[in-house]
């Protein structure tokens, strides 16, 4: 049995998100015979010295640390959190523990941020059947190289079997949480299907968890008086037969819960959305566009549908890629402005991370660079924010003039969730 201390060194808090992972590692740690303890950094006065107390008092064999976001993800007050996770980091080995690495941040560039944290191996990928092989294998004496990065997607598929406990919260103060303005999380699948150019989850692998367990897991948030969440799927609407079998699921257990959710332009039906609404689903965040064929006719109908079933819809809009015009900027607002979705958070400049078609076209293309903004020379894996914007801020103003349906992104910091709030 190992011993493994989990760190959520995420401590932003506009809002400030529960570390759901861990919570999903916590109870594949139990079922597989080991101990752990969560340690939650997000609200804490003096992290380092927090995290020196919790190594001494729970005497770990290994560290795990989570890794949600490289940065913000917006241009605009961009913020950067890699540095102060290596300082974490860098407490935990000055102690001697080892550290192993993971989350979704940390799948988008493995081996850099690995070296820039200073951990000594990482998860790539869900963790909760790698991890264990990691711990396994330490067990038997049997040390695998520093920077050994493990193929979480390889062994994912786990995850469509796992047997209870679902999910442990200990350690976590959802008390505080909620009180400073977070939604709880939880996940239906990992991976995602689709193939969006700017995306670093795209063409994961999908594996879809048992609706019985998604259900059994929300019943035992419920009975400690959490009922608003937020999904953390890629999209939900990866598979629409699934979809229909889990919410019908959900409805039939009549939590009483509220919660929003990401989607695609396609695919979905109108079952679809009478199924959301009936398991509680009162917001929809729309990504667009997602360069499927007959997109604005797709968005148009789901915006209708789920106005016809009183669901809440946002739009995620991301805009100024290679070969978009400012006419098409011009047309794409006015589909948004005939729809008439709630929200339309606009975001003209494209994070780019390492790997994707968006990225290595444009860092490959010298006749594109001149809308780079961030260094893109020794910033391996992309790690320092790197965007593209090929429409100007005030252009873009001047497009969207004053109304009030769009939000250029980054000057302030909400989420769909908190400006929709009622």
């Known amino acids: 049995m190992a011993k493994i201390l989990l760190v ?4 932003y808090t506009q809002p400030p998100v529960p570390p759901l992972g861990l919570e999903y590692l916590a109870a594949a ?3 597989a015979g080991h101990e752990y303890s969560l340690l939650d950094l997000t609200f804490s006065d003096n992290p380092q010295e927090a995290l020196r107390g919790a190594v001494e008092d729970f005497g770990p064999s290994i560290a795990g640390f989570t890794v949600r976001n490289i940065d913000s993800a917006i241009y605009r007050n961009n913020l950067f959190f890699l540095d102060e996770i290596a300082g974490l980091v860098s407490v935990v080995n000055a102690l001697g523990i080892p550290v192993v690495a993971g989350g979704m941040g940390f799948s988008f560039a493995p081996g850099e941020i690995l070296e820039h944290i200073g951990a000594r191996w990482g998860v790539d990928g869900p963790g909760e059947a790698a991890l264990c092989v990691l711990l396994e ?4 004496g049997d040390f695998p190289a520093k920077g050994t990065v493990f ?4 062994l994912a598929g786990t995850l469509a079997e796992e047997q209870e406990p679902f999910r442990f919260t200990g350690g976590v103060d959802y008390g505080r949480y909620l009180a400073e303005g977070a939604v709880a999380g939880f996940r239906t699948q990992t991976g995602c299907r689709g193939a969006c150019p700017f995306c670093a989850e795209a063409k994961r692998k999908v594996v879809f968890r048992s609706p019985y367990a998604v259900t059994a897991e929300l019943a035992d948030m419920v009975s400690m008086g959490v009922k608003n969440y937020h999904l953390c799927d890629s999209e939900f609407n990866q598979e629409i037969s699934f979809c229909h079998e889990l919410l019908e699921e959900l409805a039939g257990a009549r939590l009483g819960i509220s919660w929003a959710l990401y989607m695609k332009t396609t695919p979905f039906d109108s079952r679809l959305f009478s199924l959301l609404a009936g398991a509680g689903a009162d917001l929809v965040t729309i990504t667009y566009p997602c360069g499927v064929p007959d997109e604005p006719e797709l968005f148009t109908r789901a915006v209708s549908l789920a106005r016809e079933h009183g669901i809440r819809v946002a739009v995620d809009y991301l805009c100024g890629h290679p070969g978009q015009s400012e006419r098409d900027v011009a047309r ?3 589909i948004f402005r005939a729809a008439a979705p709630d929200t339309v958070g606009v975001n003209n400049c494209t994070r780019l991370y390492q790997g994707t078609t968006l990225a290595r076209r444009i860092c490959g293309d010298p006749r594109l660079h001149d809308g780079l903004l961030g260094e893109v020379d020794g910033n391996p894996g992309l790690l320092r924010p790197v965007f593209y914007s090929g429409i100007g801020l005030e252009r873009m103003r001047e497009l969207i003039g004053d109304d009030p349906l769009f939000k250029i992104e980054g000057f302030e910091h909400s989420t ?3 400006r929709l709030s009622d």
């Open 8 to 11: 959520n060194p995420n401590r």
């Open 29 to 31: 740690l139990v079922r």
């Open 137 to 140: 294998s330490l067990e038997r």
């Open 151 to 154: 193929d979480g997607w390889r």
């Open 332 to 334: 794409e607002l006015n």
């Open 416 to 418: 769909n969730y908190q």
